[in-house]
């Protein structure tokens, strides 16, 4: 079992950052990709961006295009932990952030491979 639990969401003005961060408990946090996903109201959950390991100390990211070269995925193995570095925001942007866990390393794109959750933090962007 793997506990995570999110925090750094707020109301912050377009152009501005926030930085979430994820925290791990449980088994091995290394083993698992750790993915991002946001959900805005009325809308379905959405992929923001992804780490998995890419063999010996390497990891990938990938990202959404609608966040490319704005957010920035990274993970503190040491600290259980991985985070998610917003710039540029947007009021697009606004929607309940979440972080979640995946013992496999395909199809990351998709929540469907994730197997578990956090409770997820909010993110208000105002125009």
């Known amino acids: 079992q793997v506990q995570l639990v999110e925090s750094g969401g707020g109301l912050v003005q377009a152009g501005g950052s926030l930085r979430l961060s994820c925290a791990a408990s449980?088994?091995?946090?290394?083993?698992?990709?750790m993915g991002w996903f946001r959900q805005a109201p009325g809308k379905e959950r959405e992929f923001v961006a992804c780490?998995?390991?890419?063999?010996?100390?390497?990891?990938?990211?990938d990202y959404a295009d609608s966040v490319k070269g704005r957010f920035t995925i990274s993970r503190d193995n040491a600290k259980n932990s991985v985070y998610l570095q917003m710039n540029s925001l947007n009021p697009e942007d606004t929607a309940v952030y979440y972080c979640?866990?995946?013992?496999?390393?395909?199809?990351?794109?998709?929540?469907?491979?994730?197997?578990?959750w956090g409770q997820g933090t909010q993110v208000t962007v105002s125009s």
């Open positions: 979640a866990a995946a013992a496999g390393r395909n199809g990351l794109i998709s929540p469907k491979v994730y197997d578990y």
């Open positions: 449980g088994r091995t946090f290394s083993n698992y990709a």
């Open positions: 780490t998995r390991w890419g063999g010996g100390s390497t990891y990938y990211a």
